[in-house]
């Protein structure tokens, strides 16, 4: 045991067909590629799996978050993917390679980043969330709920390990600035910023008796990155489970309530986040609608081998039938608002172009 950094890293670099799922060539290009780290002394272990169009690799390593190696790794990997990608003609072949060439660290080139290093527990139970069609800001809520609200986490009224509460670092991503709040003392004061989530992200969240890393998230936006819509941001989020953290039923919790999220169709609507198996993740209504997978591993000694898909779980079935649901009712506004973005998000789409056209018949009154 000893410390170890969990690193997810993920793009989409293809889709088939549309924008609807990845390829299984493209897994197998990931695969092999990670293996050959894995076997030169790079990485401890790794797992690739796929969200909707999204490549999302699960490596563990002793490099630290932010090592130029392992984003290099991954960086190379979905250039390697993008290959393949081109040559079966999927669509959007290497949509989040913003940059032609790899500069020291994936965060603002386009891949989304997710990273932690701890102390692996005798048990180390730890969630990989990955999301499509939805903007990093889609783990405010569950965060929220999994680390604040008792109404969710039972354990922080029962449990004598967490009931001191959680600490959580959000950012401001318009002002590219970030503040720290400790819950419960301050959740109201939290609340009034976490409760907008196209503007602040709850970026990680500690324990507050002794600082560990309990959850992070990824915090790429590409429509900032890249000054209009390019991809949608997809993210993923990594939660540490049990013994004083959020038992692993408490994370899953939060997801029973398929909560209305952005990003869906063109990244331009709001829609339910749809929890579901992986097998299950290939939004194909409206491109969406937004789902959310769990992939849960016991962590041993930086081992990946013992995993679980969370969400292939028929007590989730009223949550998708909840999402169809509100996926109906949204779908009636058409291009209407609340189901199309605000108008100042649109800002970020290829909405612009079109408004564009019509400036000079604007008179005024
Ligand atoms: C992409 C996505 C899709 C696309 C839509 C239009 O992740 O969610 O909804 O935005 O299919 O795609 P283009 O502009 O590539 O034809
Ligand atoms: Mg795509
Ligand atoms: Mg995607």
Redesign the pocket.
């Known amino acids: 045991m000893g410390k170890i950094t969990l690193s997810v890293i993920k793009a ?1 670099i293809g889709g088939l067909v ?2 609807s799922a990845s390829h299984p060539d493209i897994v197998a290009t990931a695969v092999a590629a990670l293996e050959k780290a894995k076997k030169a002394g790079l990485l401890v272990d790794f797992h690739v799996f796929t969200c ?2 999204d490549l999302e690799l699960v490596m563990t390593h002793n490099h630290g978050t932010d090592a130029d190696k392992i984003h290099k790794l991954a960086w190379d990997t979905f250039v390697a993917g993008t290959e393949v990608a081109k040559k079966l003609h999927l ?2 072949a290497g949509q989040d390679l913003l940059a032609d060439a790899f500069s020291g660290n994936v965060k603002g080139m386009g891949p989304g980043v997710a990273e932690m290093t701890f102390e692996e527990r005798k048990s180390e139970p730890v969630i990989v969330f990955a999301g499509d ?1 939805c903007a990093p800001g889609a783990w405010n809520l569950p965060l929220y709920k999994m680390f604040a609200d008792p109404f969710n986490t039972a354990g922080l009224v029962i449990d004598p390990s967490m009931h001191d509460g959680f600490k959580f670092e959000v950012l401001d991503i318009h002002r590219s600035r970030m503040i720290e709040f400790s819950c419960p003392e301050e959740l109201y004061d939290m609340l009034v910023f976490v409760g907008s989530p196209d503007h602040f992200l709850i970026r990680a969240v500690h324990r507050k008796n002794n600082g560990d890393i309990a959850a992070v998230s990824s915090t790429q936006k590409l429509a900032l990155i890249a000054g209009r819509y390019v ?2 941001d ?1 993210p993923v989020c990594i939660v540490r489970c049990q013994s004083g953290l959020p038992a692993v039923g408490e994370a899953l919790e939060p997801f029973a309530f398929p909560h209305t999220v952005s ?5 331009s609507h709001m829609g339910p986040l749809m929890p579901v198996s992986l097998k299950e993740a290939t939004p194909t209504r409206f ?2 609608p937004p789902r959310v997978v769990a992939v849960g591993f016991q962590v041993a000694d930086g081992g990946l081998a013992s995993w679980r898909d969370m969400f292939d779980d028929p007590s989730y079935d009223q949550a998708r039938k909840t999402a169809c649901q509100i996926g109906d009712y949204l779908r009636r506004h058409g291009p209407f608002e609340p189901h199309r973005l605000p108008f100042a998000e649109m800002e970020y789409t ?1 909405m612009p172009g079109v408004m564009e056209k019509l400036e000079p018949r604007w008179k005024p009154i």
Request: charged fraction near 35%.
């Open positions: 989409d549309g924008h909707g169009d669509y959007g069609k991809g949608k997809d990003g869906w169709m063109r990244g491109d969406g290829t």
